[in-house]
T-cell receptor
Framework: KAGVTQTPRYLIKTRGQQVTLSCSPI?????VSWYQQTPGQGLQFLFE???????NKGNFPGRFSGRQFSNSRSEMNVSTLELGDSALYLC???????????FGNGTRLTVT | KNQVEQSPQSLIILEGKNCTLQ??????????LRWYKQDTGRGPVSLTI?????NTKSNGRYTATLDADTKQSSLHITASQLSDSASYIC??????????FGTGTRLQVFP
């Protein structure tokens, strides 16, 4: 099976712009979750989707949003980018329940 | 406040040696604890998942232990290899199903 695919791999944006990141989960996985990773804060949970419904949300401002499509693919959107949004954004998929998360290799976002 | 703390922050060992990484958490109530390995430039890879009732779980040369009473976990790596050089992240899930991540231990294995 193909692993979790995230696109693009790298992205450079300017403060104030918006960005959309994409995640294709492992085939058959209905749960997709998103994480932000920075050197200072480590990994932080953003949100989780299961069968197109947001099931859980972390403590991030409303500028961070996501959605999941009927084929389980997911997108994450960040509006009005700030310098502090520069980070590695990771997506993970699973079958749901107490099973391992399978992570993609992330999208490295740099905001200038 | 729910927190996960890992020690040491970084560790250098010689190839073939064993090492133990520590994880202390304050997450309550507790659901499960996970260890992940993250190579530079890659996403984390799951090593183990342990629930309240499990004390030990192994995955090859990796053995995780859990003491839910003292809220402590350890990851023991046996006969280290150069490919073990990575960051090791301890993750705890509470009853809200949200994952709380430790900041990781960076392990470097030298020949």
């Amino acid at each position: 099976k193909a692993g979790v695919t995230q696109t693009p791999r790298y992205l450079i944006k300017t403060r104030g712009q918006q960005v959309t990141l994409s995640c294709s989960p492992i085939s058959g996985h209905r749960s997709v979750s998103w994480y932000q990773q920075t050197p200072g804060q480590g990994l932080q949970f953003l949100f989780e989707y299961f069968s197109e419904t947001q099931r859980n949300k972390g403590n991030f401002p409303g500028r961070f949003s996501g959605r999941q499509f009927s084929n389980s693919r997911s997108e994450m959107n960040v509006s009005t980018l700030e310098l502090g949004d520069s980070a590695l954004y990771l997506c993970a998929s699973s079958e749901g329940g107490l099973v391992a998360l399978h992570f993609g290799n992330g999208t490295r976002l740099t905001v200038t | 406040k729910n927190q996960v703390e890992q020690s040491p922050q970084s560790l250098i060992i010689l190839e073939g040696k064993n090492c133990t990484l520590q994880c202390n958490y304050t997450v309550s109530p507790f659901s499960n604890l996970r260890w992940y390995k993250q190579d530079t430039g890659r996403g984390p890879v799951s090593l183990t998942i342990m629930t309240f009732s499990e004390n030990t779980k192994s995955n090859g040369r990796y053995t995780a232990t859990l003491d839910a009473d003292t809220k402590q976990s350890s990851l023991h790596i046996t006969a280290s290899q150069l490919s073990d050089s990575a960051s090791y992240i301890c993750v705890v899930m509470g009853n809200t199903d949200k994952l709380i991540f430790g900041t990781g231990t960076r392990l470097q294995v030298f020949p």
